[in-house]
Nanobody
Framework: QVRLVESGGGSVQAGGSLRLSCAASGYTQTYYMAWFRQAPGKEREGVAGFYAGGGRTYYADSVKGRFTISRDNAQNTLYLQMNDLKPEDTAMYHC?????????????????????WGQGTQVTVSS
């Protein structure tokens, strides 16, 4: 059983930075892990993904060059460094994990693929 706990959200002004953390319990060393976000009235969106089995990273076009996903294997923790934040980045951010058996590369952004989810951490960016 995998349990995910996010932290690090908050309120910042546009142009600011935040680092989100997702502490995992249970085996995730070869899992797909990802950050999703959901704003009120909008669908859940894949922001960034990380395949722990191969170290591959994936990003939504809207965050490329601004966000960086990384993982600390020793701490079993996933991070999302968010720089140059914009008001449109405002959302609840969730961490997700799954074994990813037989996944294609673009499956990382499909929320229905993931079996394990954290409770979320709110990010609010003001202009």
């Amino acid at each position: 059983q995998v349990r995910l706990v996010e932290s690090g959200g908050g309120s910042v002004q546009a142009g600011g930075s935040l680092r989100l953390s997702c502490a995992a319990s249970g085996y995730t060393q070869t899992y797909y892990m990802a950050w999703f976000r959901q704003a009120p009235g909008k669908e859940r969106e894949g922001v960034a993904g990380f395949y722990a089995g191969g170290g591959r990273t994936y990003y939504a076009d809207s965050v490329k060059g601004r966000f960086t996903i990384s993982r600390d294997n020793a701490q079993n923790t996933l991070y999302l460094q968010m720089n140059d934040l914009k008001p449109e980045d405002t959302a609840m951010y969730h961490c997700a994990a799954d074994r990813g058996t037989y996944w294609r590369n673009d499956d990382w952004s499909r929320s229905w693929r993931y079996n394990y989810w954290g409770q979320g951490t709110q990010v609010t960016v003001s202009s």
